[in-house]
């Protein structure tokens, strides 16, 4: 069994800060774990407005809190963001978010992520990064 606790998991040292400021990810289950998938915790900062790409995962996203919208790179189309939303990114979705307010969401990766990545030039997760160094 595994258990582990939010803040713990931050200062033990999976809290990742995107280097653009848009973002802060708390890997709470990574490849290591060995269950096929990771989890995180991650708060997008409020007025961040950015492109991803995640051409190498499939991703889905639950606000907890918080407001914002997601846009469909391909269509233009956009959806609204707001506690107890779900969005999937089941095609390797090209699109924008966009937080009016500082939002909390649950993300779960497959393949999992290994713990340091953020993202490339692309918005997209590498498949292979260093894992998070315990201790």
């Known amino acids: 069994m ?11 040292g999976r ?3 995107s280097p653009d400021g848009n973002w802060d ?6 490849q290591d774990d060995g269950m096929g998938f990771s ?10 407005d950015f492109d991803m790409h ?11 809190s918080g407001e914002g919208e997601v846009q469909s790179r391909e269509d233009g189309q956009v959806h609204a963001i707001a506690p107890g939303t779900l ?11 966009r937080a009016k307010s500082e939002m909390k969401m649950a993300c ?3 393949p999992p992520l290994h ?11 590498e498949l292979e990064a260093a894992p998070i160094q315990q201790g």
């Open 15 to 17: 809290k990742i800060v």
């Open 115 to 125: 713990g340091t990545e953020v993202h490339n030039a692309e918005g997209a997760y």
């Open 2 to 12: 595994i258990v582990r606790n939010l803040k713990q998991a931050a200062d033990e």
């Open 39 to 48: 989890f995180h915790i991650t708060t997008i900062y409020a007025g961040a």
């Open 25 to 30: 990810s708390t890997r709470m289950l990574l």
């Open 54 to 64: 995640y051409q190498n995962h499939l991703e889905s996203v639950y606000c907890i």
């Open 87 to 97: 969005y999937v990114l089941d095609k390797h979705d090209r699109h924008t978010l």
């Open 108 to 110: 779960v990766f497959n």
